[in-house]
């Protein structure tokens, strides 16, 4: 779709982050680490992997779009 948005987080070398065999998820783990958006991204955003919905505004916490899987694909919006 033409001026849809779309955002991947996938980390990377988090072996530091977490215990060994433990997965790095939530805001426990990511703290206040976030991702500044581009002005005019949308403020509400689907996790296609969970169904879950994250708001943002500006910027996207981190702990939030990977609370319960390890990667998200989030799909820019409005809220369902």
Known sequence: RAGA?????VPRFVSG??????????GAVWGDTACRLPPHAPAFWTDTFTSGGIESRGWLK???ALRYFPAALLIGGTRP
Do not use: Q, Y
Not at 5 to 9: F, G, I
């Open 17 to 26: 982050l977490v215990a060994p065999h433990a997965d790095p998820l939530g």
């Open 62 to 64: 981190v702990g939030d």
């Open 5 to 9: 948005w779309s955002l991947t987080l």
